[in-house]
C-alpha cells in the first residue's frame, strides 16, 4: 500500500542536486555577528574611501604614479571581497579576508614611503587619503577572534598613516603634530574595547546556550525518572499492597487473579503507552502530516509494507517529531530554491525515514550542542529510543540527507 506516493520526488532531487540557494540564516549568534559585522566593515571601507577620493586625486603628485591606484586596490578588493562573502550561503572566508583587509591597509601605507617623491603638500590639507580610518580594519580583527592582532594593528597602522602624513605635509615628522595619533587611537580604542566587550559576550552566549540545553534535557529526563517513580509507588500502594491483602486461605478468587493480573500490566506499562499502539497506515500519514504541516513544497514517498503491522506509540511519536525537525530545517536553512523529499518504509521489524533535499548543506561535524534541533531534536531523541537511530549525510553545495530509523527487538 503507496501512501500520497510521488515517483517524480527522487527525480527532483536528482535533477536539481547542483544547484546553489540564496543566502539564508544561521543558528550562531558568533557566525551572525561575524556575519553582519564582515558586511559592515567592507561597506565601512568602501564608503571612507568614495568619499576620500577627493583627497586621494589632490594628492597624487605626492607619490609616483603606481600608488594611489595601488592602495586604492589593496582597500578596496578586500572590502569588496567581505561585502560579498557577508551573503554568501555558508559562512565561509571571515577570517582570511578580515587578515587580507587589515594586512592591505598596513602595506598601502608602508608602500608610501617607497612611493613619496619628496614633494609636500599644503600643510593645512591631508597629504595621504587614508588617514581618517586605520581602525576599521583593526575592528575587523576583533570580529574574527584576533584581540590583540587588532590592538597591534591599531597602533602600527595609525603611527605610520599619521608618520606619512606628516612627510607628506612638512617633508618631515615633527613630534608635536605627531601627537595627532595618540589621539586617533585613544578614540578608536574606544570602539575596539566595545567591540572586543561584544564578541566575548557573544561567544559567551553561545557557550551558555548549550549549557542551558544540555541541563534542561537533563532535568527533563530527571522529571521523567522521578514522575515514574511515583507511578510505580502510587501502583503499588493502590494495587500491589491491595491485592496482596486480599489474599485469603481457601479458595482462589476469580476476582483477586484478575486484580492481579491488571496489576502487572499496570507495572510493565510506561506513560509513553497511554496512547497504545499506532497502526503503519496512520504511521505513514503522521509523518506525511508532519511534512505537510512545514510546506506543501515537501513530497512524500511512504511505502506500507502491511497495514495490519502497529507500532509502539513512542515510536511513532520519535520518528514523526524527529521528521518534523529535519523538514524544518530544510525550510529554515536549505534556501528558497531548494527541494526536499520524505520517504519512509514501514516493514513490520523497522521503520525507515529519509528525508532528502538538494540545499545549501553544511559540515555536520562543526554543528555544536547549541544547535538544538539536531543535537537533540534529532540525535538525541532517537539516540534515546529503544533500537531508534539516526544518520545525518550533507556537505556544503551538496545538500543534506537526514536518516532515522526504529529497529523492532
Given amino acids: 500500500m503507496v501512501i500520497d506516493h510521488t515517483q517524480a520526488g527522487r527525480a527532483v532531487v536528482g535533477r536539481l542536486r547542483g544547484l546553489r540557494a540564496p543566502a539564508v540564516s544561521d543558528d ?14 567592507g561597506l565601512g571601507l568602501l564608503t571612507f574611501t568614495v568619499v576620500m577620493i577627493p583627497v586621494a586625486i589632490r594628492c597624487a603628485d605626492l607619490t609616483a604614479v603606481w600608488w594611489t591606484p595601488v592602495s586604492l586596490a589593496l582597500i578596496v578588493v578586500p572590502a569588496i571581497l567581505l561585502v560579498l562573502a557577508s551573503f554568501r550561503p555558508v559562512p565561509r572566508g571571515h577570517e582570511a579576508l578580515m587578515v587580507l583587509s587589515a594586512l592591505g591597509y598596513l602595506l598601502a601605507t608602508l608602500l608610501w614611503f617607497v612611493a613619496w617623491n619628496g614633494a609636500t603638500n599644503d600643510p593645512a590639507r591631508w597629504a595621504v587619503w587614508m588617514v581618517q580610518f586605520p581602525s576599521v580594519p583593526s575592528i575587523g580583527l576583533v570580529l ?94 493502590d494495587k500491589v499492597i491491595a491485592s496482596l491483602l486480599a489474599v485469603t486461605p481457601g479458595r482462589l478468587d476469580p476476582r483477586l487473579a484478575n486484580q492481579a493480573a491488571s496489576t502487572l500490566d499496570e507495572l510493565d506499562r510506561s506513560d509513553d503507552h497511554d496512547l497504545g499502539v499506532v497502526s503503519a497506515t496512520q504511521f505513514a500519514e503522521r509523518i506525511r502530516a508532519s511534512a505537510a504541516s512545514v510546506s506543501d513544497g515537501v513530497r512524500s514517498e511512504l511505502f506500507v509494507h502491511d497495514r495490519f503491522v502497529s507500532y509502539p506509540a513512542d515510536v511513532v511519536s520519535a ?47 562543526s554543528v555544536g550542542p547549541e544547535r538544538y534541533g539536531i543535537a537533540t531534536g534529532i540525535r538525541g531523541r532517537m539516540a534515546s529510543l529503544p533500537g531508534g537511530a539516526a544518520q545525518i549525510v550533507s556537505a556544503p553545495g551538496r545538500g543534506t540527507t537526514v536518516v532515522v530509523e526504529w529497529r523492532r527487538s
Fill in 28 to 41: 550562531s549568534d558568533l557566525l551572525r555577528m561575524q556575519r553582519s559585522g564582515g558586511r559592515f566593515i
Fill in 144 to 237: 574574527v577572534a584576533r584581540a590583540r592582532w587588532a590592538i597591534a594593528h591599531l597602533v602600527t597602522a595609525t603611527l605610520a598613516v599619521h608618520a606619512a602624513n606628516q612627510v607628506g605635509r612638512f617633508g618631515e615628522i615633527r613630534p608635536v603634530a605627531l601627537l595627532s595619533a595618540p589621539l586617533t587611537m585613544a578614540l578608536s580604542g574606544v570602539f575596539l574595547a566595545v567591540a572586543i566587550a561584544t564578541m566575548a559576550n557573544v561567544r559567551l552566549l553561545d557557550a551558555r546556550r548549550a549549557e542551558i540545553l544540555a541541563s534542561a534535557a537533563t532535568g527533563a529526563a530527571e522529571m521523567a525518572q522521578e514522575a515514574e517513580r511515583a507511578r510505580f509507588a502510587a501502583v503499588i500502594h
Fill in 319 to 365: 520518528l514523526t517529531e524527529s521528521t518534523g525537525e529535519a523538514v524544518r530545517n530544510w525550510h529554515r536553512h536549505a534556501g528558497g530554491s531548494a527541494r526536499c523529499v520524505v520517504g519512509g518504509d514501514f516493514g513490520d521489524a523497522a521503520v525507515r525515514v529519509t528525508i532528502t533535499d538538494d540545499g545549501v548543506g553544511f559540515v555536520p561535524e
